[in-house]
């Protein structure tokens, strides 16, 4: 079965008892036992029919065995990390998500170092390797500046050693990158973003291999409770069934605001994987099946009053949606993270993230010529 037809097939088929082609949204909480031959469902915080369709189907689009759903991309982290024990160190990529900052700021208290290095260098990644790492946590691409790191060179060296890869591949999405077929061990996604595609339900999801991580996963995720309601998992498979379709029209319409921007006397430096002359296009060209649909660009006026005038991009986080947005993530999403951290990085005050939708291409061209 190709990709696309996983995407509507997949955990979808019809009842039996009534022939539904959309299987009911079981919210009960409980389950009668007696009526169970093999005991499967016991309670909600463990199991629920409506989640497991969902990770049936998430678990196929990268042919692995597992995937478990998660109430929010932080979530699914939490618990990743939780492999991790006191002494070791979790090495990460140097440009990551706000929130992924955050999550890591969280580990010292646990024991647990975290090293920020640039995994777009593997020979970077072989210089800190050693026996203390518990988990390589790669972002590509990278939020905002869009870094490509090669996840087949990252898992060579990772994997004489035993050390796990993780890879957050939220902004790529499994319709542009397969990080298990390129040798990662996990795929981490903030489902919220292009699985859910509209801006209306929060999730996240770890999709593996492993036996052993599933057992893990699973326990830790029934024990703390950071699991997703049903109607949450319902939308989040409706959004699946048009992921390939949005994803493609996005990347198009991203590539157009991408020539547009090096027009502008307005725009610096373009960050796009698209680019020729991007540090890591070969890469992405090689890892991916299309360059995505964040573009990040610094602007050489007053960001805030760019923010003002654009009218059909949203001025909001989050990306992945049917609605284009845009955010300078200083001021948003990089928050959290501290001033000269973000300067060292190359995420000046000025840099802005888009956030490309479905809307009509020219309108979106349009608004983002007069904003600029």
Not at 315 to 330: K, N, Q, R
Request: with cysteine; proline share 6%; hydrophobic share 40%.
């Amino acid at each position: 079965m190709e990709f696309d037809t996983k995407l509507v097939k997949v955990g979808q088929q019809a009842d039996t008892r009534t022939g539904d082609i959309v299987p009911p949204i079981h919210v009960a909480t409980t389950f009668e036992q007696r009526s169970q031959s093999d005991l499967r469902y016991f309670y909600g915080r463990g199991e629920n029919p409506t989640r497991e369709a969902l990770e049936e189907c998430l678990a196929s689009l990268e042919d692995a065995p597992h995937a478990l759903a998660f109430s929010s991309g932080q979530a699914a982290g939490a618990t990743a990390l939780s492999l991790l024990s006191p002494g070791q160190r979790l090495i990460s990529s140097d440009d990551v998500y706000g929130g992924t900052y955050s999550l890591f700021s969280t580990l010292g208290k646990y024991g647990i170092t975290v090293e920020y290095t640039d995994l777009t260098d593997p020979d970077a990644l072989a210089a800190t390797l050693g026996d203390d790492v518990g988990m390589i946590w790669v972002e590509t691409p990278t939020n905002p500046l869009l870094k490509v790191a090669d996840i087949t060179a990252l898992a060579a060296l990772a994997r004489p050693r035993g050390i796990p890869v993780l890879v957050d591949n939220t902004f790529a999405s499994p319709a542009l990158q397969q990080p298990l077929a390129l040798g990662a061990d996990i795929s981490l996604y903030s489902t919220t973003k292009f699985i859910s595609g509209h801006s209306d339900v929060i999730g996240g999801a770890l999709v593996h291999r492993s036996d052993d991580y599933q057992r893990a996963f699973f326990a830790y995720r029934t024990a703390y409770g950071n699991v997703p309601g049903a109607l949450d998992c319902y939308l989040l498979h409706r959004g699946l069934k048009t992921m390939s379709l949005r994803v493609e029209r996005q990347n198009r319409t991203a590539e157009r605001l991408v020539a547009q921007l090096l027009e502008s006397p307005k725009v610096g430096a373009v960050h796009y994987p698209g680019l020729a002359d991007h540090p890591q296009h070969a890469v992405a060209a090689r890892q991916m099946s299309g360059f995505g649909s964040v573009v990040s660009f610094e602007y050489l006026g007053d960001p805030q009053e760019l923010l003002k005038r654009t009218e059909l991009f949203a001025v909001a986080v989050s990306l992945g949606s049917v609605h284009s947005l845009i955010e300078c993530p200083a001021l948003m999403t990089h928050r959290p993270v501290p001033p000269e951290t973000r300067a060292a990085l190359g995420i000046s005050d000025r840099l802005m993230r888009l956030a490309v939708g479905i809307e009509d291409a020219g309108d979106l061209a349009a608004d983002l010529r007069n904003a600029l």
